[in-house]
């Protein structure tokens, strides 16, 4: 199983979308808080769909609590569009941890310096970031692949 992390996530829709894909792949969902909307978001349960009730997700209430579960830091990747090296140059391994920072801002030098493993998605320089829920959906299909699961 992946480890999905969204830290502050902002917009309701995303995360809902995001819960849905964790589902669809047996993926865990892992939300750090303060999120930008209530858990019982209308919008999150409409892109959630009826799916939410088969998500197996655990928030935490901030970075330092979530970093107490994880059993190897080395498996964990953060997202990040300043990052140099590609998602695709990876091994993953189940159990991997995926971190994913909040839409407007991404991931903080606070968060980004705690862990060693930068990862970006290849983009043309036309955009300065995909959509969160999509970067989800590309490097968890890329994990999912490698795997074999």
Not at 84 to 106: A, N, R
Not at 112 to 140: C, G, Q, Y
Request: aromatic share 10%; net charge negative; hydrophobic share 40%.
């Amino acid at each position: 199983m992946l480890n999905i992390v969204l830290v502050e996530p902002e917009i309701p829709n995303n995360t809902g979308n995001i819960g849905r894909l964790c589902v669809g792949t047996e993926s865990k969902l892992h939300l750090i808080h303060p999120f930008g909307f209530l858990i019982d978001d209308k919008n999150l349960k409409r892109s959630g769909l009826d799916y939410w009730v088969h998500l197996d997700v655990t928030e935490y209430a901030n970075v330092d609590e979530w970093m107490k579960v994880i059993p190897d830091l080395s498996r964990v990747f953060l997202m990040s569009s300043h990052a140099e090296k590609s998602y695709l140059d990876i091994d993953f391994q189940d159990g991997d941890w995926l971190v994913f920072g909040k839409e407007s801002v991404g991931l903080s030098k606070d968060v980004l310096d705690r862990f060693e493993n930068h990862l970006t998605i290849p983009m043309s320089k036309l955009i300065r970031s995909f959509n969160i829920a999509n970067s989800v959906a590309f490097v968890v299909g890329e994990a999912k692949r490698q795997i074999g699961l």
